[in-house]
């Protein structure tokens, strides 16, 4: 059973930092894209940052220079190091991985984290 495991979301003042941490489990974690993405109330969910198997890296135009996607293999868990917060980036930030195959794509969801900045 596939199963990812975010943890670190909460309440923040602006200008503040949070660290989200996502556990796997149930896939072989190395080969899979990572990523970040979240949905704020009345809006659609977004792409904030992917992060490769061979760890590169990709992000919103949003969140780049403030947040950071990495990946511990050995552990299972891929993170985001977000710094600077702003009210905008209130929302459910959910996990997710991804692997491509030549004519289709095997994708799994966490059940989101709450990540709320307000002074």
């Known amino acids: 059973q596939v199963q990812l495991v975010e943890s670190g979301g909460g309440l923040v003042q602006p200008g503040g930092s949070l660290r989200l941490s996502c556990v796997a489990s149930g896939i072989h974690f190395g080969v899979y894209v990572m990523g970040w993405y979240r949905q704020a109330p009345g809006k659609q969910r977004e792409l904030v940052a992917t992060i490769t198997s061979g760890s590169y890296s990709n992000y919103a135009d949003s969140v780049k220079g403030r947040f950071t996607i990495s990946r511990d293999d050995a552990k299972n868990t891929v993170y985001l190091q977000m710094n600077n917060l702003k009210p905008d980036d209130t929302a459910v930030y959910y996990c997710?991985?991804?692997?491509?195959?030549?004519?289709?794509?095997?994708?799994?969801w966490g059940q989101g984290t709450q990540v709320t900045v307000s002074s």
């Open positions: 997710n991985a991804e692997l491509e195959f030549v004519q289709s794509t095997r994708e799994y």
